[in-house]
């Protein structure tokens, strides 16, 4: 009998293909990542028949109906290196500025040697693009020859949550839908090297630095704005078209998963100085905040969030970064009521929705680190 196996040995990684159906295989290549949770792997459906006359009490038959990938990873996202391959994959489109901080990118002037700073959002073309990828995971033993490798296909990012709490690490979730039908899903004894990780201190951590800033267009406050922000969120969303919608007869896979609609949702808990933001919410954007009733407007707005790892780029002065913003005012606000409770401070709950901006970007999703391009 074997010993105990451990999971801590485990690791999932990534690279991008080529074009559809056009599965990655060299190992060495791909982009491993330490995890907290993964539970991406293979899908199998199955069924019974229904009943039937003749005397049995149990079905008379059972079958696989289709197979796919899919699930979720949890991860302590690094900046220095491999969360841009990720965050592409999920956004659609990466562009980069060699030697350059991201204050300076927005600013349009400025250098900073050694820094580059990362740009990912939707494909200038087309807003439903996404890049597919391979997926590799292992699944470890005390044993190499019982080592077991499960090879996906044809991936893409149905969603990627930033989870942002005070004092502690930033979290990401990504969710995953692929196709499982390589010629081998799973690889007896692999024999995939262990790889390199991102370095250890480029995590993102909010108990030193750290901004969430909210503008009201037309109302209070006028532009970006400094708010005291508790636990914060964004999720970005694509809507996949489901596998059982691509079916076909004679194989056990489905055909493709196109992106079908996106959403960007922000949610933040503002510890309240003032109600301005709050009433804006239900009586429209105003400024001076006055006395008001509920308005069919909603309050248009932009976001602000920035996020900085402990670590310096290099023998640079800069720190790795990652920043979300919008700036067309396309972020659309709107707040659960305030519940005043006896010895808790008073809260807003405000939720974000990202719509179409009508000029430049819908948004803006920064890193800064050393790594060159994203080609």
């Not at 008379?60 to 996202?77: E, F, M, N, Q």
């Amino acid at each position: 009998m074997a010993e105990l196996q451990i999971g801590t040995k485990g690791r999932v990684g990534f690279l991008k293909q080529t074009a559809y159906d056009t599965i990655q295989a060299a190992d060495g290549s791909f982009h491993y990542f330490p995890y907290l949770n993964c539970t991406l792997g293979v899908i199998q459906g199955a069924t019974q028949l229904p009943p039937e006359t003749g005397g049995s009490a149990l079905p008379r038959g059972y079958l696989k109906t289709g197979s796919w990938a899919a699930g979720a990873l949890d991860i302590v996202p690094r900046l220095e290196n491999r969360i841009g391959w990720l965050l592409e994959a999920a956004c659609g489109d990466a562009s980069s500025y060699p030697d350059q901080n991201i204050s300076q990118v927005e600013a349009g002037s400025g250098a900073t040697v050694d820094c580059h700073t990362h740009m990912f959002g939707f494909a200038n073309a087309d807003d439903f693009a996404l890049p597919y990828l391979t997926a590799h995971k292992l699944l470890p033993h005390t044993t190499a020859a019982d080592e077991v490798g499960e090879i996906y296909q044809d991936i893409h990012v149905s969603q990627l949550r930033i989870d942002i709490a005070p004092q502690t690490y930033v979290r990401m979730h990504l969710e995953m839908l692929g196709r499982s039908n390589p010629t081998t899903v799973f690889d007896i004894e692999p024999g995939w090297t262990m790889p390199t990780f991102d370095t250890d201190d480029t995590f993102l951590v909010t108990s030193c630095s750290g901004t969430v800033k909210i503008g009201a267009t037309g109302g209070a406050p006028g532009t970006l704005t400094e708010f005291e922000a508790g636990a914060t969120s964004i999720t970005l969303a694509n809507n996949l078209l489901p596998p059982t919608q691509t079916m076909k007869i004679g194989s056990m896979f489905h055909k493709d998963h196109p992106t079908l609609s996106r959403a960007i949702v922000i949610n933040t808990v503002i510890l309240i100085d003032d109600y301005d933001l709050y009433v804006q919410t239900f009586g429209a954007a105003a400024d001076p905040v006055i006395d008001t009733g509920i308005s069919c407007t909603p309050l248009d707005g932009d976001i602000d969030i920035e996020l900085a790892s402990a670590a310096l780029i290099g023998a640079t002065t800069e720190y790795y970064k990652l920043r979300f913003l919008t700036e067309s005012g396309n972020v659309k606000w709107t707040a659960r009521p305030i519940n005043p409770l006896p010895n808790q401070p008073i809260v807003v709950m405000l939720t974000g929705t990202v719509v179409n901006a009508t000029s430049g970007r819908d948004f803006k999703l920064y890193i800064q680190n050393g790594q060159a391009n994203y080609d």
